[in-house]
T-cell receptor
Framework: DGGITQSPKYLFRKEGQNVTLSCEQNLNHDAMYWYRQDPGQGLRLIYYSQIVNDFQKGDIAEGYSVSREKKESFPLTVTSAQKNPTAFYLC???????????FGDGTRLSIL | KNEVEQSPQNLTAQEGEFITINCSYSVGISALHWLQQHPGGGIVSLFMLSSGKKKHGRLIATINIQEKHSSLHITASHPRDSAVYICAVGPTGNQFYFGTGTSLTVIP
C-alpha cells in the first residue's frame, strides 16, 4: 500500500545536537511538506518542496533545514539553533497545489 | 488573530448523537479541507471542498464561500469517531492555514 513513513516515532535529543527526522513516500507525489504541531496551536508549516532539488521556507523555518535529493524523500534536520524544538512533527505529501495532503504518523521530538 | 477559527474546541457527545463542528476563515481560499487526527497523532484527510456539500458515509461537510464558513457533521456518532478534527484552508499555492482543532469524545 502507498503511504508516508516517518521515522522514528519518538526521538530524544540532547541540547546542542542536530537531529534528522526521516520522511519517505511511495505515492509518487511531487509536493512534500513539514509541519510542526504544538499543544493548542494549529499545524505550522516549516518547509515545503514542490519538486526535487527545490524547497521553500514556510512560516517557521528558522532553526530547521531540509533537502530534497529524491522525489520519495524529504528529511528535516532540527539544528541546535532551534531554541524550542520539543514538538510533534508531521510530514505530508500531495500531488500538487491544493490537492489533498497525505500525512505520516508523525515524530515526537523531546529534549533531554 | 488566526486565519482559521474552529468551534467548539472540545466536544463530548453520547453515542448516536448528531455532531456539528464549525470552521470560519478570514483569507481567500481555493479549497477547504477537513482532517481527522487520531490519538496516536496520524492525520487522515476526510474532505476537500470548494463549494456546496460532500458526503462520505456518516460524515457530511458543507461550505458557504460567501460567509467564509464550513461545517462538518457526523450523524449517528460512534465512539470510534473520537478524534481531533482539523479544518485547513488553502489560499494559494502550497500554503495551508490550519485551525487548532476540535477534540471530540463520543461516550458509549
Amino acid at each position: 500500500d502507498g503511504g508516508i513513513t516517518q521515522s522514528p516515532k519518538y526521538l530524544f535529543r540532547k541540547e546542542g545536537q542536530n537531529v534528522t527526522l526521516s520522511c519517505e513516500q511511495n505515492l509518487n507525489h511531487d509536493a512534500m511538506y513539514w509541519y510542526r504541531q504544538d499543544p493548542g496551536q494549529g499545524l505550522r508549516l516549516i518547509y515545503y518542496s514542490q519538486i526535487v532539488n527545490d524547497f521553500q521556507k514556510g512560516d517557521i523555518a528558522e532553526g530547521y533545514s531540509v533537502s530534497r535529493e529524491k522525489k520519495e524523500s524529504f528529511p528535516l534536520t532540527v539544528t541546535s539553533a532551534q531554541k524550542n524544538p520539543t514538538a510533534f512533527y508531521l510530514c505530508a505529501s500531495s500531488r500538487g497545489s491544493n490537492q489533498p495532503q497525505h500525512f505520516g504518523d508523525g515524530t515526537r521530538l523531546s529534549i533531554l | 488573530k488566526n486565519e482559521v477559527e474552529q468551534s467548539p474546541q472540545n466536544l463530548t457527545a453520547q453515542e448516536g448523537e448528531f455532531i456539528t463542528i464549525n470552521c470560519s476563515y478570514s483569507v481567500g481560499i481555493s479549497a477547504l479541507h477537513w482532517l481527522q487526527q487520531h490519538p496516536g497523532g496520524g492525520i487522515v484527510s476526510l474532505f476537500m471542498l470548494s463549494s456546496g456539500k460532500k458526503k462520505h458515509g456518516r460524515l457530511i461537510a458543507t461550505i458557504n464561500i460567501q460567509e467564509k464558513h464550513s461545517s462538518l457533521h457526523i450523524t449517528a456518532s460512534h465512539p470510534r469517531d473520537s478524534a481531533v478534527y482539523i479544518c485547513a484552508v488553502g489560499p494559494t499555492g502550497n500554503q495551508f492555514y490550519f485551525g487548532t482543532g476540535t477534540s471530540l469524545t463520543v461516550i458509549p
